[in-house]
């Protein structure tokens, strides 16, 4: 068994067109990716990943059609209400980045519960990226730095960002076809490998994560610096 990342970062793209592509509404698409959120981040946790971060909600995707994210904001209601519980018990502290002023009251405060509940947990860390960009999180921890007068590192600068708390992704990973990071932890993922898989998020197995982690431990990671010469 090779090297397993530390940190894994999840686009989880696709799920409205795996929904269309079997003729069901696209809010069926999103309540089969939320059950295959929990079951991917169980098998990461159980393959020894000390933080996992999905990419549950973009601040673009605030722009979707009413009824779109009514749907969406139900199964955010019951995924806090269903889930916090079997965190606390696995251990599992819950976090969430993103701008959550944008989010219904309800929703922010299942929020606050969840994290105030799981606190203590120490096997790991689950954060939910919700209402969040990247730009906009950089855009804010520029402004605050502005504010307090301070000359940044790039230390302190990551400090500042609402990922702060957390280590940088060492693998991030993408469904859906798509090969791009859509405004997602731009600034953390800079030595960041990338995986990109075909398959929409609903259809990516346990086994096609294990086939990233084996290309994970593959790949030689220099960040930056000249490859060492073997004898």
Known sequence: MGEIP???AVIMDGNGRWAQKRLLPRSAGHAAGMKRMIALSEYLFRRGV???????????NLSRSEEEL?????LF??????????????GIR????GDVTLLPEDIRTLIESGKERTKEGRRGTLVLAIAYG???DIVRAANSALKAGKELTEESFSAL????????????????GEKRLSNFLLFESAYAEL??????FPAFTDEDMARALEDYASRDRRFGRVRAEKD
């Not at 819950?94 to 980045?97: C, E, K, Y």
């Not at 995986?195 to 929409?200: G, L």
Request: cysteine-free; glycine content about 6%; charged content about 20%.
């Open 50 to 60: 000390e933080v996992v971060t999905l990419y549950a909600l973009s601040q673009e």
């Open 134 to 136: 990247a730009r906009q």
């Open 77 to 90: 209601r019951q995924y806090f209400a269903g889930n916090v519980d079997r965190l606390q018990e696995s």
């Open 94 to 97: 819950l976090g969430v980045i």
């Open 195 to 200: 995986y990109f898989s075909d398959k929409m």
């Open 161 to 176: 960002l609402s990922t702060g708390a957390y280590p940088p992704p060492d693998l991030l990973v993408r469904t859906g």
């Open 70 to 74: 009514s749907a969406l904001f139900a």
């Open 6 to 8: 530390r940190h894994v």
